[in-house]
């Protein structure tokens, strides 16, 4: 629906993502809307309302999701404010209106400003997840002796975004480069990231076979038996 893919991204870098995924052999059609999707392909519409079709046989839908059903279900529980995503607002401490006992994070929730009072989205992305998780560990423990909690704040330490096959962006603080080099800092980020030293060695090893070989470890199964 944008005017850029990877909008999140500041500078030359949705530009150069652009070009990557077109070197793919991907054809972006931006500021476009899909309106239906049935057996003949997919219908869409621009900015200015004109109407236009692709016709496709197959369709892979991956433009973004609703939140955890449970999100609606604790707003309902507690008249705490839903969006249309499903994401229920949380306030500073991560806690549920009216109800300091329990505390919602991740991508389900959105949280309040301490200083206007609105509700903002963070990125729905692991590293907010886990600095929320860590932040209501500590609540949780300290809650006896100190039962005000200090604001959550989410430290933003860049964003990495791969593309395909040697192909990433990655923006963290001032740096900003993409290509290969944004790809291996990907790599490395994820990995680093991955609990257990046994997993960040068996996803390694993985990802490294996977590379030398152009190999692909997933099946995709269609259709019935005998088809």
Do not use: C
């Amino acid at each position: 629906m944008g005017d850029r893919v990877l909008g999140a991204f500041s500078g030359p870098l949705p530009a150069k993502a652009a070009r990557a995924l077109e070197e793919l052999g991907v054809t972006l059609m931006l500021e476009h809307t899909v309106v239906d999707v049935h057996r003949d392909g997919v219908e869409l519409r621009g900015q200015a309302g004109e109407g236009s079709q692709v016709s496709a046989r197959t369709v892979i839908w991956a433009a973004g999701v609703m939140a955890s059903p449970l999100a609606r279900m604790l707003g309902e529980a507690t008249g705490a404010e839903v969006d249309g995503a499903g994401r229920v607002a949380v306030e500073p401490d991560l806690s549920l209106p009216g109800h300091p006992e329990v505390m919602a994070l991740g991508d389900m929730v959105r949280v309040r400003d301490p200083r206007d009072h609105q509700a903002h989205v963070l990125p729905g992305l692991a590293p907010v997840a886990m600095q929320q998780g860590r932040y209501a560990g500590r609540a949780m423990a300290a809650r006896v002796d100190a039962p005000a909690r200090a604001p959550f704040h989410y430290r933003d330490k860049g964003a990495l975004a791969t593309i395909g096959r040697a192909r990433a962006v990655a923006e963290l603080s001032v740096l900003r480069f993409s290509g290969f080099p944004a790809w291996a800092v990907w790599l490395v980020v994820h990995i680093f990231y991955l609990i257990g030293f046994e997993n960040r060695v068996v996803v390694m090893l993985r990802w490294a076979y996977a590379y030398f070989t152009r190999g692909r470890g997933n099946r995709l199964i269609t259709g019935a038996a005998g088809e």
